[in-house]
Nanobody
Framework: QVQLVESGGGLVQPGGSLRLSCAAS????????MGWYRQAPGKQRELVAH??????VYADSVKGRFTISRDNAKNTMYLQMNSLKPEDTAVYYC????????WGQGTQVTVSS
C-alpha cells in the first residue's frame, strides 16, 4: 500500500524556520520527480518545489528561502523552510511531480506573530 506521511509543521513567527518531512512507503521515491505542494485557505493547491535526480526547481515565491532534498536510503523527502512569511501559511503536502499518488493528510504550517 502506497502511503505518504507529512510531518514537521507547526506555528512559527515570521522570520522563523521549519523542516518538513515526507516519509514514503510502498513506493521508491528515488525513481520519480517529487514535489512539495501547499494549499492555503480558499486557494488552489500549488507546487512550491520539486526535486529530480538532476536538480531542484522552486516557485518564485519561495526561491532562496526553501530547500528541498531527499534521502533515498530513508525513502524520505524534506523541505527546509527559512525566513518564513505569513503568506507561507498553508497545509503542505508531498507527492510526485506530476502528482500521481494518493494525497496524504498534509501538515499545517502557520506563520503568525
Amino acid at each position: 500500500q502506497v502511503q505518504l506521511v507529512e510531518s514537521g509543521g507547526g506555528l512559527v513567527q515570521p522570520g522563523g524556520s521549519l523542516r518538513l518531512s515526507c516519509a514514503a512507503s510502498g513506493v521508491d521515491i528515488s525513481f520519480y520527480a517529487m514535489g512539495w505542494y501547499r494549499q492555503a485557505p480558499g486557494k488552489q493547491r500549488e507546487l512550491v518545489a520539486h526535486v529530480t535526480n538532476v536538480g531542484t526547481v522552486y516557485a518564485d515565491s519561495v526561491k532562496g528561502r526553501f530547500t528541498i532534498s531527499r534521502d533515498n536510503a530513508k525513502n524520505t523527502m524534506y523541505l527546509q523552510m527559512n525566513s518564513l512569511k505569513p503568506e507561507d501559511t498553508a497545509v503542505y503536502y508531498c507527492n510526485g511531480n506530476p502528482s500521481f499518488l494518493d494525497w496524504g493528510q498534509g501538515t499545517q504550517v502557520t506563520v503568525s506573530s
